[in-house]
T-cell receptor, first 114, second 113 residues
Framework: NAGVTQTPKFQVLKTGQSMTLQCAQD?????MYWYRQDPGMGLRLIYY???????DKGEVPNGYNVSRLNKREFSLRLESAAPSQTSVYFC?????????????FGDGTRLSIL | GQQVMQIPQYQHVQEGEDFTTYCNSS?????IQWYKQRPGGHPVFLIQ?????EVKKQKRLTFQFGEAKKNSSLHITATQTTDVGTYFC?????????????FGQGTILTVHP
């Protein structure tokens, strides 16, 4: 059972380049999330998708776009990368329900932008 | 917007000592979750508290949710080297969508053998 799989694990970009981070889950979860983690800042929500076909902005959406391709996959795109987007990116998923559910995280993508 | 503050940012203890991290929200929370992240790893869910004044235990870990549902704490008794990592609280304010959690900054725990 793979859980949440993120690709790539590491990436170095130049300023202005574009990139898509991929995320897939095999737990049949309805909800998926993208976070960024920076030192001393905790995890900040970029975008989330409560269910297939829906996406919504989180706390720090500027400079990012997302696509909920199907129930399994939720991708994060940087159209024009900036050094401020250097971070560790985590994808997570959870079941839907009438209360909050545990979020299951992938191993992360470590992204450096020069 | 909602803010969740977590203190301390760092804690160094000797193995066997106790450890506590505190989480405070600017708004009343519907619930609070706690996660642990090992160095180089990803966050892993520990527990969720929902009721005012709730206390839950997991072996040496004790979790509390404040009466006003604006604060929470995690206490570890007799730390072990396996407790090393960053502990995060995450809460959801009432009226916001399920799953839209706000994470605290985390407390980095170092345990010296």
């Amino acid at each position: 059972n793979a859980g949440v799989t993120q690709t790539p694990k590491f990436q170095v970009l130049k300023t202005g380049q574009s990139m898509t981070l991929q995320c897939a889950q095999d737990m049949n979860h309805n909800s998926m999330y993208w976070y960024r983690q920076d030192p001393g800042m905790g995890l900040r929500l970029i975008y989330y998708s409560a269910s297939e076909g829906t996406t919504d902005k989180g706390e720090v959406p500027n400079g990012y776009n997302v696509s909920r391709l199907n129930k399994r996959e939720f991708s994060l795109r940087l159209e024009s990368a900036a050094p401020s987007q250097t971070s560790v990116y985590f994808c997570a998923s959870s079941e839907a329900g009438r209360r909050d559910q545990p979020q299951h995280f992938g191993d992360g993508t470590r992204l450096s932008i020069l | 917007g909602q803010q969740v503050m977590q203190i301390p940012q760092y804690q160094h203890v000797q193995e066997g000592e106790d450890f506590t991290t505190y989480c405070n929200s600017s708004t009343t929370l519907s619930n609070i979750q706690w996660y642990k992240q090992r160095p180089g790893g990803h966050p892993v869910f520990l527990i969720q508290l929902v009721k005012s004044g709730e206390v839950k235990k997991q072996k040496r870990l004790t979790f509390q949710f404040g009466e006003a549902k604006k604060n929470s704490s995690l206490h570890i008794t007799a730390t072990q080297t396996t407790d090393v990592g960053t502990y995060f609280c995450a809460g959801r304010a009432g009226g916001t969508s399920y799953g839209k959690l706000t994470f605290g900054q985390g407390t980095i725990l170092t345990v010296h053998p």
